[in-house]
C-alpha cells in the first residue's frame, strides 16, 4: 500500500511513527511505503543558519533521536553553543537550540549555499536517520522559500512578527489578528509531492494544526486540486479533544480565521476532498459535520499518550480509509 500524509510537527510526527510501527505489526502491510509531505511554513533563519522545525521533528521522530518529553529537539542534548551565543550578546534567545540540533542546520545551511534544493537536502537527512530503509520519504511541501507570519496588535498598531516569535516567544498569548504567507502564492509543490497523491492508495491527514501546518499546505498551489482528484480515500484524525488542543495553539489559530474550535469545524476546512474523519467519543456530536463524510468516534481517547496509544489510532484511520467509499 502506497500511503500518503500531509504533516506538521510533534502531532503529525507521533502519530506517524505509531502508523509505521500499526504497519509493521500487520504482515498485510508491513511492506507498505508512507510518503510524507511536510510543511515549511514555519522555517526561519536563526543565527545565520535556516532551520526547518516541522521537517526536523519528523526526521528525529521517525528516525529515533527525538526528545521524547518535549517532542522536539534531540534526545541527550547539550547548548554549550547555544549558551556561547547569548553570552555574545547574539539574539533570538528565545528559541534554543541544541548542540546535536546545530549539526542539522550547519548542514541544511551549507548544503543550500552548494545549490541543493531542501527536497534534496531532505532525502540526504533522512538517509542519516534511516528512514528509507522503513519505507518512509519525507518531502518539504515546496523548494521555494516560505514563512508565516503573525499579524498582532500592539499599542502602537499592527504588527507583523514570524510565525515561531508568536507561537514560541509569546506562546501565542497575544491575539493573532490574521496570518500572512510570505512566498506562498508564488511557491509550486516540491518534486515529487503531486506525483506521490496521484499514486496514492491512501492518504491521511494526521492530528497537526489545521491552520499553520495542513492549512500552509493545503495552500501550495496545485495541491488541494491534487487532492480534489486523487482516486485514493483521504481520511482525517481530529487535532482538537473537547473544543481544545492537546498541545500547541491550535485554537489560537481556529480563531485567528474565524473558525470554532470543535472538531466538526475543523472538518469543515478540508469538506472539499475529506472522505472520513476520525474523532475523539466525546466530539461525535460537536457539531453537524459535513454532508458525505464519514465520521467515526475512535474507541477511547483520541489521545497519543504513549507510542502504543498513538499505533491504536493510527491504525484505526487505516481501517477507516479501507472502509470509507469514494
Not at 527536497?119 to 528509507?132: D, K, Q, V, Y
Not at 515546496?142 to 508568536?166: K, L
Not at 481530529?238 to 472538518?267: E, F, N, Q
Request: charged content about 20%.
Amino acid at each position: 500500500m502506497k500511503i500518503v500524509a500531509l504533516a506538521g510537527g510533534v502531532g503529525g510526527a507521533r502519530f506517524l511513527r505509531g502508523l509505521r510501527d500499526a504497519l509493521d505489526a500487520d504482515p498485510g502491510l508491513a511492506h507498505s511505503t508512507l510518503t510524507v509531505i511536510a510543511n515549511t511554513g514555519d522555517d526561519i533563519t536563526l543565527f545565520g543558519l535556516r532551520v526547518s522545525p516541522d521537517v526536523d521533528t519528523l526526521l528525529y521522530t521517525l528516525g529515533g533521536g527525538i526528545d521524547e518529553a518535549q517532542g522536539w529537539g534531540r534526545a541527550e542534548e547539550s547548548f554549550a553553543v547555544q549558551g556561547e551565543l547569548a553570552a555574545y550578546g547574539v539574539q533570538p534567545q528565545w528559541f534554543a537550540l541544541g548542540d546535536k540540533d546545530f549539526g542539522t542546520h550547519i548542514a541544511r545551511s551549507l548544503w543550500l549555499g552548494h545549490g541543493l534544493t531542501p527536497t534534496e537536502i531532505t532525502a540526504r537527512l533522512a538517509e542519516r536517520w534511516g528512514l528509507p530503509g522503513r519505507g518512509i520519504t519525507i518531502l518539504p511541501m515546496t523548494d521555494a522559500p516560505v514563512e508565516t507570519h503573525v499579524v498582532v496588535e500592539r499599542a502602537g498598531g499592527p504588527e507583523a512578527i514570524h510565525f515561531q516569535q508568536w507561537w514560541v516567544a509569546e506562546r501565542a498569548e497575544t491575539r493573532a489578528e490574521k496570518f500572512v504567507v510570505a512566498g506562498l502564492d508564488r511557491a509550486t509543490p516540491a518534486p515529487g509531492v503531486l506525483e506521490a497523491i496521484g499514486a496514492a492508495d491512501l492518504v491521511l491527514l494526521p492530528p497537526s494544526n489545521p491552520v499553520v501546518s495542513i492549512g500552509i499546505i493545503l495552500g501550495v498551489p496545485g495541491v488541494r486540486e491534487a487532492l480534489r482528484g486523487t482516486p485514493a480515500p483521504i481520511v482525517g484524525v481530529a487535532p482538537l479533544i473537547g473544543g481544545r488542543p492537546v498541545r500547541g495553539h491550535a485554537d489560537a489559530c481556529l480563531r485567528a480565521i474565524g473558525v470554532d474550535s470543535t472538531a466538526a469545524a475543523v472538518a469543515g476546512l478540508y469538506a472539499d476532498f475529506l472522505d472520513g474523519w476520525l474523532v475523539d467519543p466525546g466530539d461525535l456530536e460537536s457539531g453537524p459535520y459535513p454532508d458525505g463524510m464519514q465520521v467515526i468516534a475512535h474507541d477511547g481517547p483520541l489521545l497519543m499518550s504513549d507510542r502504543q496509544a498513538a499505533a491504536r489510532i493510527a491504525r484505526a484511520s487505516l481501517d477507516l480509509g479501507l472502509s470509507v467509499n469514494v
